[in-house]
Nanobody
């Protein structure tokens, strides 16, 4: 079973930056950062696959950068210009299943991911 270990969460002020890391014990094709804010459903913040493709939810585009360091099975999320709406528990997830007409896209829904990290809290205050 793949194990995921996250680090890098914390508290910052509006406009600040944080970098999250997620180390996987084994190779998987797709890795995703989900986030869940208080009282809201979990959403797919950003995803990356081994081929270098990335996706972002609209609310983080231009501020967050996801990167996957294949050699070390490590996923990063650089978060800049943070605001209160980014306050959430961020969870790393991984799976090797794909979707799409050509079978090359990573799933965007949390229930399609088999492996999860423990979650890390990100709190943004003004």
């Amino acid at each position: 079973e793949v194990q995921l270990v996250e680090s890098g969460g914390g508290s910052v002020q509006t406009g600040g930056s944080l970098r999250l890391s997620c180390v996987a014990s084994e190779h998987t094709t797709c890795m995703v950062w989900f986030r869940q804010a208080p009282g809201k459903e979990r959403e797919d913040g950003a995803s990356a696959d081994r081929d270098g493709s990335t996706t972002y939810v609209d609310s983080v585009k231009g501020r967050f950068t996801i990167s996957l360091y294949n050699a070390k099975n490590t996923l990063y999320l650089q978060m800049n210009n943070l605001n209160a709406d980014d306050t959430a528990v961020y969870s790393c997830a991984a799976d090797s299943r794909r979707t799409g007409s050509d079978g090359t896209s990573c799933y965007r829904r949390d229930f399609m991911y088999s492996y999860w990290g423990q979650g890390t809290q990100v709190t943004v205050s003004s």
